[in-house]
Nanobody, 114 residues
Framework: QVQLVESGGGLVQPGGSLRLSCAAS????????VRWHRQAPGKERELVAT???????YYGDSVWGRFTISRDNAKNMAYLQLNSLRPEDTAVYYC????????WGQGTQVTVSS
């Protein structure tokens, strides 16, 4: 069956870094673009970054220059490198892919606080 499992979240101080991972199984991962979204308490879900099946990447304005999305199709993995983290980056981060972006992971919590 289709599975997306995120990992790598945690508590980090402002200015710190984290690397989120998304492990995919049960479908042809390499055929689809991958998105990372985030949702903070009381806020709407926000699209953070997208990477196409061919590797082209796109970022939301709020994370431009600080976050990097990547993928390893041989391992069925996607990643989101978070640098220069700010308290406003605190959210649950979700991996999303598949035909019509139908597949979602359970999310991983990122908390940026001193």
């Amino acid at each position: 069956q289709v599975q997306l499992v995120e990992s790598g979240g945690g508590l980090v101080q402002p200015g710190g870094s984290l690397r989120l991972s998304c492990a995919a199984s049960g479908f042809t991962f390499s055929s689809y673009a991958v998105r990372w979204h985030r949702q903070a308490p009381g806020k709407e879900r926000e699209l953070v970054a997208t990477i196409g099946s061919g590797g082209g990447a796109y970022y939301g304005d709020s994370v431009w220059g600080r976050f990097t999305i990547s993928r390893d199709n041989a391992k069925n993995m996607a990643y989101l490198q978070l640098n220069s983290l700010r308290p406003e980056d605190t959210a649950v981060y979700y991996c999303n892919t598949g035909r019509a972006y139908a597949y979602w992971g359970q999310g991983t919590q990122v908390t940026v606080s001193s």
